[in-house]
């Protein structure tokens, strides 16, 4: 080729990085690499082989972990937690600091190391991968450095076991860990088996920075190792991976106390408006599905085009497809690496044979190089129903649909069992955030895509998960409150006396609050409630499945509550604490009657104490512009969860309704509560209150009945979006296990003097983060 054939053609030449030192690290290892375990890297035991994907040459012989290897870390990383706590925010900084400046100065190895073991194209990452798990250690180091000062009273979890995927193997490692130690806990991190290399090059700098032995040990394996990390002495559990091993997960935590957040799957949509630059669009997408090969958790894998500009739209991204460059991923030139592993790649060759059938296939022409290549693909003409459509592909494979109004992008869009990241491109700033909120998303992109930092909350909704990463968010999931409430103590009911005698003719019989109506319980029985003194108070309705069905979906009805104002939602909840004032002696003397003791009065004032609480809150828990070293902000909007299922406290029956009630009213939730199995009257008076309150219907909704029954009841409906036990602990593993369902988020715990604090208020809200360009 001539000078003149190069200017004809552009077509660029090889430009190789050299893998000489990250294979001179491996052969200094012997390719034989044991675990990091308690600041040493142990001998190799039964070994797997860890592949250059693009070659298939064997790198490294990694070991597969046993049963008294993950002890071993587990043990390492209790002993040590301790001291690394007490060290101090400060001096974990240092180290923090210490990992971050060392990772940028073997920033090339670990780049090779990354490219050889996963296939990832080098200039990703040596320019995305790296720089951003060292900016993870960088920022975390600050949060160390802060904690005593911006998060008094929080502790660390303790010892927690990390489980990372295979697509970015040191930026996850980096996620998981750099949050986790700046905060005081020590980590057991398995890497996934396809990729072990870098997090073993961690461990060396680990001891090159001097980390206290213990504080972060690296076990490598498959998934039985991932599930003997799951079933050890740990604290929390994080995982990223697949939806399928993320509801495994949440299942055997399950009533475990384990802490855990799962970043799971997604199908991301990919929204272009006919007013969009188009050209930024497609170079956008080809950063949003050609990325790491398409395979991203967020990755924008769902195209949907506004059906005037669809035709040119395809055309012009076909024309690019055409000039993406496939091949050996040390190549800096190279656009598109392979894939994984050679199992990686019949799922998705075995996915787009069966599915494109449906579709129109698109693929630049050309040979593909020997190894786990596979080509850009485009595949239009898909109904949204059709699989491809929805399942997660994760792979170089997008599929596009078209739409014809804003309303219809958001349906297609939203018409996913997943809910991570959306891309919405829009010249139209007034369009593009009236769309940006209304998307089922942990993460929006407006005009933009796959943008991350360490700044900025990450993670989703419905089946991608729960938990953020990332951000001061994200500390929540690896620390807690140092003084947490004791979990409620059961309490039986007033027997009935052994010559039961009514003094009050009249039917008693409360009913139960639904739609803003009483409502007969479905199964036609009631049961009756007496006083400590034996006298016949009422019967309240043993509700069931179908109540709580009923429940349910007059709190979907009342959707309009989570686009209210939070100024509007305080006013109705000082106007609840009004009226409840005015009949407080009402109140207090039901609950002294019910218990039996003299605690009335006092319940009722801290239940109006919590309800001025709440209302205060609910205009002022804001959210935040993060500040995040690319083109644009970072907002952090706190919104509400959904339908919140709560199960009361069983003691307390007015203050322990108040606590669940009032912080997922404020934050714009709707609720299904099952009120004190002991004191249900308490809270079916309540209703009258409400009533009186303009709290619209389907707000709150009321359902008694035994405990048990109902929560698991609430636990498996799928449009319930979490469920809170402030019931007794003997419940949460029932609830816990029922959630695996559609992976709804838990939250178990002890209300002490009541719901108050910020803990609630984030139990009561999702951080959705949209990036907006910003400034120049
Ligand atoms: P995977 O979910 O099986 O693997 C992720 C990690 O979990 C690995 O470290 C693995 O060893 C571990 N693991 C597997 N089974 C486990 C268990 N029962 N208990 C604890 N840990 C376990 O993902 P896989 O099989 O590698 O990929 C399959 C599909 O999952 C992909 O095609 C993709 O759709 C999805 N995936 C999603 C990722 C994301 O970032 N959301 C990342 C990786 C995969």
């Not at 912080?663 to 299904?672: E, H, T």
Request: net charge negative.
């Amino acid at each position: 080729m001539n000078i003149q054939d190069i200017f004809e053609s552009m077509e660029y030449g090889p430009a190789p990085e050299s893998d000489a030192e990250a294979q001179a690290w491996l052969e200094g290892r012997g390719r034989s690499l044991g675990h990091f375990i308690n600041g040493t890297f142990t001998e190799a035991g039964t070994v797997f082989e860890s592949r250059n994907p693009a070659t298939g040459a064997v790198l490294a012989k990694v070991t597969q972990a046993n049963g008294a290897d993950v002890t071993a870390a587990v043990t390492a990383a209790r002993k040590a937690q301790p001291r690394w706590a007490a060290l101090g925010g400060h001096k974990r900084a240092r180290f923090l600091y210490a990992l971050a400046r060392l990772l940028q100065k073997h920033a090339r190895l670990f780049a090779v190391l990354e490219t050889l073991d996963n296939g990832k194209p080098i200039r990703e990452s040596r320019d995305i991968d790296i720089p951003l798990a060292q900016r993870h250690f960088y920022y975390h180091a600050g949060m160390a450095q802060l904690m005593e000062e911006e998060l008094p009273g929080r502790v660390p979890l303790g010892v927690c076991g990390q489980i990372i995927p295979w697509n970015f193997p040191l930026l996850m490692l980096a996620w998981k860990v750099a949050p986790a130690i700046a905060m005081g806990n020590t980590v057991v991190l398995k890497p996934a088996e396809y990729t072990p290399l870098t997090a073993l090059l961690f461990g060396q700098i680990c001891q090159e920075a001097g980390l206290p032995a213990g504080v972060v040990n690296i076990v490598t394996g498959d998934g039985a190792v991932g599930e003997m990390i799951v079933g050890a002495e740990v604290d929390k559990i994080a995982f990223t991976g697949s939806t399928a091993v993320g509801r495994a997960i949440r299942s055997a935590t399950a009533g475990s106390g384990k802490s855990l957040t799962l970043e799971l799957g997604g199908k991301s949509p990919y929204i272009v408006f006919e007013d969009a630059d188009l050209d930024s669009a497609i170079e956008g997408l080809v950063d949003a599905i050609w990325f790491n090969q398409g395979q991203v958790c967020c990755a924008g894998s769902r195209l949907l085009v506004q059906e005037g500009i669809a035709d040119r739209f395809h055309t012009k991204l076909k024309a690019r497809m055409d000039r993406l460059r496939i091949g050996d991923p040390l190549d800096k030139c190279i656009d598109v690496g392979a894939l994984v592993d050679p199992v990686q790649l019949d799922t998705v060759t075995r996915l787009v044979t069966e599915g494109a059938k449906q579709g129109d296939l698109y693929q630049p022409s050309g040979t593909l190089p020997d190894g786990c290549f596979y080509p850009p693909t485009l595949i239009t003409g898909l109904e949204p129903a059709d699989t491809l459509m929805q399942e997660e592909i994760f792979g170089p494979v997008l599929v596009s649909t078209t739409f014809r109004t804003p309303a219809e992008a958001l349906e297609i869009a939203n018409n996913t069992r997943y809910g991570l990241a959306a891309s919405v491109w829009s010249e139209n700033v007034n369009l593009a955030l009236d769309i940006a909120p209304k998307l089922t998303a942990g993460v929006v992109w407006v005009n933009s895509t796959n943008l991350f930092d360490a700044a900025a909350g990450f993670g989703g909704v419905r089946e991608s998960g729960f938990g953020r990463e990332g951000g001061w968010e994200g500390l929540l999931a690896y620390t807690r409150a140092g003084d947490v409430p004791a979990r409620a103590k059961p309490v039986a009911p007033c027997a009935a006396p052994a010559d039961p005698s009514r003094d009050d003719p009249l039917d008693r019989t409360a009913k139960m609050f639904i739609g803003g109506k009483q409502s007969r319980p479905d199964s036609g029985y009631s049961r009756a409630i007496w006083s400590q003194k034996g006298v016949l108070l009422g019967h309240v309705g043993e509700g069931n499945r179908k109540d709580i069905r009923n429940a349910v979906e007059a709190a979907s009805k009342a959707a309009a509550w989570a686009g209210t104002s939070g100024h509007l939602r305080a006013q109705i909840l000082y106007y609840v604490a009004e009226n409840l004032s005015a009949r407080a002696a009402e109140f207090a003397r039901r609950i002294d009657d019910l218990t039996g003791k003299k605690g009335g009065k006092a319940e009722v004032e801290a239940a109006i104490d919590l309800l001025f609480t709440h209302a205060a809150w609910a205009d002022k828990f804001d959210g935040a512009a993060k500040g995040v070293p690319l083109r644009g902000l970072a907002l952090a909007v706190n919104e509400p969860v959904g339908v919140i299922g709560a199960i009361c406290p069983p003691d307390r029956p007015l203050l322990g309704l108040i606590s669940a009630m009032g912080p997922a009213m404020a934050m714009g939730n709707r609720v299904v509560l099952v009120p004190s199995d002991a004191f249900p009257l308490v809270a079916t008076d309540f209703y009258q209150v409400l009533e009186t309150s303009d709290v619209p219907a389907g707000v709150v909704n009321i359902v008694t009945g035994g405990q048990g029954s109902l929560s698991a009841d609430i636990a498996s409906h799928l449009d319930v979006d979490a469920v809170w036990n402030l019931s007794t602990p003997d419940l949460d593993q029932g609830i816990e296990a029922a959630s695996a369902g559609n992976l709804k988020r838990t939250w178990c715990a002890g209300i002490g003097g009541g719901t108050s604090g910020r803990e609630v208020l984030a139990q009561a809200t999702e951080v959705r983060t949209v990036w907006v360009p910003y400034g120049e």
